[in-house]
């Protein structure tokens, strides 16, 4: 039993090191952490982002290159796995409020922006916002902001608007919500104009009682189980990220006729590409980040996501705005010429360790509930 744990403990360290080293000893190797299904990756004939950097890397630099893309499911499981120290990334993509917390723990390595000139196409409302204030750790990626979705065919039109809807005992039973206490807790605060960046428990405690009251009304508490359930009409009314709002009217069902609207007050967040104090190689890190801001490769990715791009060459693009097409461009770029203002007044942050404890323990209370 003991040399069968020794065994495994000996593959698992070595990992890291493979993911750096093993393979064509003239081939470079790049290792990029990123969110599941958050790249263009070839299929149905779309463009191959990592393929196509590869390819591009070898004809500019006459040097063969290696990315190894791996995904993860939440800021949560990709700061713990970089805390560990049991992994080594060249490159991360986590969201504003995680970035803050990782620049704080100085677990990020200041960019040379020498190696990242495509950096001027990113829209100055996105720049030295308060998770990079000197604009030295990050280069933004994708945007968004969370909304309500709701099918038109269930749910009258008068009662949508606000967070009201998602407690409306009308839709009883038809009602989903999210099944992480960040965002729940955020929407409740939001509903009654709290503020979600404060560290008093007895403000929590208010939203806390909020969602109790929710809890009758609910369907699920779910992730991308939303997905199926809105698509299928099996739930009516669910909050999620704008962007995802288009992957499920694609694939509605019939019978099924998807809505979308943002409330007046709601979270903003941005996604941005880092690098993390156990790289491997930073130059072709920040080379590899000016790829992904070059504009086949950005208009793809912004294509394939549906997520807002903070890219000029992106959202300013003749064919990607016909591509998304009016309502997407509509609804993905609202808030873009006042992002700064809007996230400044309104962006979720990352709150103390001892507040997101607490919160936390009320969660467990709201799903014992």
């Avoid at 020498?114 to 001027?120: G, L």
């Avoid at 369907?219 to 739930?235: F, L, P, R």
Wanted: aromatic share 14%; with cysteine; charged share 25%.
């Amino acid at each position: 039993m003991k040399k069968t744990l020794a065994l495994l403990l000996a593959v698992l360290l070595a990992l890291p090191l493979c993911l750096s080293g093993c393979g064509d000893s003239n081939t470079l190797v790049l290792n990029v952490y990123n969110w599941g299904e958050y790249i263009s990756d070839g299929s149905e004939g779309t463009y191959d982002t990592v393929k196509e950097f590869e390819k591009w890397y070898q004809e500019t630099y006459d040097q063969k290159v290696k990315v190894n893309y791996t995904t993860f499911a939440s800021n949560e499981d990709m700061y713990s796995k970089l805390s560990s120290g049991a992994v080594s990334y060249d490159v991360v993509i986590p969201s504003d409020y995680m970035i803050a917390r990782m620049r704080e723990e100085n677990m990020l390595l200041p960019l040379n922006f020498d190696n990242i000139p495509n950096y001027q196409n990113i829209d100055d409302n996105f720049k030295a916002l308060y998770y990079d204030p000197e604009e030295q750790y990050t280069v933004p990626y994708a945007y968004g902001i969370i909304g309500v979705i709701y099918n038109a065919n269930e749910v009258d039109a008068k009662d949508a608007g606000d967070w009201d809807l998602l407690w409306n005992e009308k839709y009883a039973e038809k009602i989903l919500q999210f099944n992480n206490s960040r965002d729940a807790f955020g929407m409740a605060m939001y509903k009654l104009g709290l503020d979600v960046n404060t560290d008093d428990t007895v403000v929590w405690d208010t939203a806390c009682d909020e969602l109790i009251k929710q809890r009758p009304l609910v369907y699920s508490y779910v992730m991308d189980e939303i997905y199926n359930m809105m698509e299928s009409g099996e739930a009516a009314i669910g909050a999620y990220y704008a962007g995802d709002y288009f992957t499920m009217k694609d694939a509605q069902a019939e019978g099924v006729d998807l809505k979308f609207y943002y409330p007046e007050r709601t979270n903003y967040y941005v996604d941005a590409m880092c690098i993390p104090t156990c790289c491997q190689n930073q130059e072709l890190a920040e080379i590899f980040i000016n790829f992904m801001l070059s504009e086949d490769a950005a208009i793809a990715n912004a294509e394939y996501t549906y997520y807002a791009s903070p890219n000029k060459v992106v959202y300013g693009n003749p064919g990607y705005q016909e591509e998304m097409g009016e309502e997407a461009m509509a609804i993905l770029y609202d808030r873009t010429d006042n992002f700064r203002e809007q996230y400044n007044n309104n962006a979720y942050r990352n709150l103390k360790r001892e507040t997101l404890d607490y919160i936390n323990s009320l969660w467990e209370t709201v799903k014992i509930n």
